[in-house]
T-cell receptor
Framework: GENVEQHPSTLSVQEGDSAVIKCTYS??????FPWYKQELGKRPQLIID?????GEKKDQRIAVTLNKTAKHFSLHITETQPEDSAVYFC???????????????FGKGTHLIIQP | GAGVSQTPSNKVTEKGKYVELRCDPI?????LYWYRQSLGQGPEFLIYFQGTGAADDSGLPNDRFFAVRPEGSVSTLKIQRTERGDSAVYLCASKTAGNTEAFFGQGTRLTVV
């Protein structure tokens, strides 16, 4: 089955600086890579996702890059703000545009701390 | 409703007891997933329903765990003879066919004492 590794487990950055979180996956058939943000005691919420036919996707201060050859993908947050503080999870699945049976395999999470 | 609803939000039970956790998905979402999240970990896949049938139950840890979705909407996760190691937050997610984003509920925090 799929295995997703995520690093670092904790990341502390100064407000206004950039944050980068990296993930690797093992199953070359995986084709959908979402990133979820989870605040303490709350549900995971999708912040951005990317499919395997795209190398990069950007949404305002958030961007995700995907390297299929190396089987890794990264989350980039620029101009970090205090409200960005949360746990971020990467995930992978074979769930393409047509939907799919496979559930998401999550990384262990990165606790992002924005220092004022 | 506006989102995925899970009840109860918290459940404390004694070791050996039976529990049921309920998930109300977003109306019209045909796909429904159950995940388990232990403290400090990412959600772990348990089971996936497409409509009424369990399309993939490979994540269920053992035969004490069972889930149903009899009418293709509400789902119930059932745990028999609970053990302390079952303590976790149980998350439900739903999505439409062809739409890749899965929407999560708030979860049920299960504590087995």
């Amino acid at each position: 089955g799929e295995n997703v590794e995520q690093h670092p487990s904790t990341l502390s950055v100064q407000e206004g600086d950039s944050a980068v979180i990296k993930c690797t996956y093992s199953d070359s058939a995986s084709n959908y890579f979402p990133w979820y943000k989870q605040e303490l005691g709350k549900r995971p919420q999708l912040i951005i996702d990317i499919r395997s036919n795209v190398g990069e996707k950007k949404d305002q201060r958030i961007a995700v890059t995907l390297n299929k050859t190396a089987k890794h993908f990264s989350l980039h947050i620029t101009e970090t703000q205090p409200e960005d503080s949360a746990v971020y999870f990467c995930a992978a699945s074979k769930n393409g545009a047509g939907g799919g049976a496979d559930g998401l395999t999550f990384g262990k999470g990165t606790h992002l701390i924005i220092q004022p | 409703g506006a989102g995925v609803s899970q009840t109860p939000s918290n459940k404390v039970t004694e070791k050996g007891k039976y529990v049921e956790l309920r998930c109300d998905p977003i109306s019209g979402h045909t796909a429904l997933y159950w995940y388990r999240q232990s403290l400090g970990q990412g959600p772990e896949f348990l089971i996936y329903f497409q409509g009424t049938g369990a399309a993939d139950d490979s994540g269920l840890p053992n035969d004490r765990f069972f889930a149903v979705r009899p009418e293709g909407s509400v789902s119930t996760l059932k745990i028999q003879r609970t053990e302390r190691g079952d303590s976790a937050v149980y998350l439900c997610a739903s999505k439409t066919a062809g739409n890749t984003e899965a929407f999560f509920g708030q979860g049920t925090r299960l504590t087995v004492v």
